[in-house]
């Protein structure tokens, strides 16, 4: 499976509260592919599933795509272990032109796991009359 279908498959529920705050509960099973290689006989949910997490309850928030453009400053404070029920709340800062300034706080069971300080940036797909050349950087009309 892939990082976005594992999310998918654990998300519990995403609710946006207010405009600049956002809610969201994941539970992962311990049989996803995953936690059989971090770490056998004691599995826990990976750093970077962490930051992935946040992403995804903005997307989903936001109904929109994002680049993680920086990660800010990141604090893993406790272990996410598989059959955890794990909710961050989401913060965000700015909401300047196309970036996303924010904090999430990860808990479980009301423990701080994790304070994750992210920079996004959404992601814009080009309308058919205009071509992105990779090889040069440069938008031809």
Known sequence: MSLYTDLKNSEIS????????IHAVFLFKKELDFFK????GNPILPGIFQIEMVKYALEKS???NFYIKS????????LIQPEKTVTIDITINKEENSLLDV?????????VAGKI???LTKKYFFLKDYYFSFNNSSMIL
């Not at 904090?103 to 423990?111: E, G, M, N, P, Y």
């Open 14 to 21: 995403v609710l946006k509260k207010k405009r600049h705050q």
């Open 37 to 40: 290689g971090h770490f056998p």
């Open 62 to 64: 936001f109904d929109n």
């Open 71 to 78: 990660v800010k400053k990141t604090k893993f404070s406790s």
């Open 103 to 111: 904090r999430a706080i990860l808990r479980v069971s009301d423990k």
């Open 117 to 119: 300080n992210l920079i």
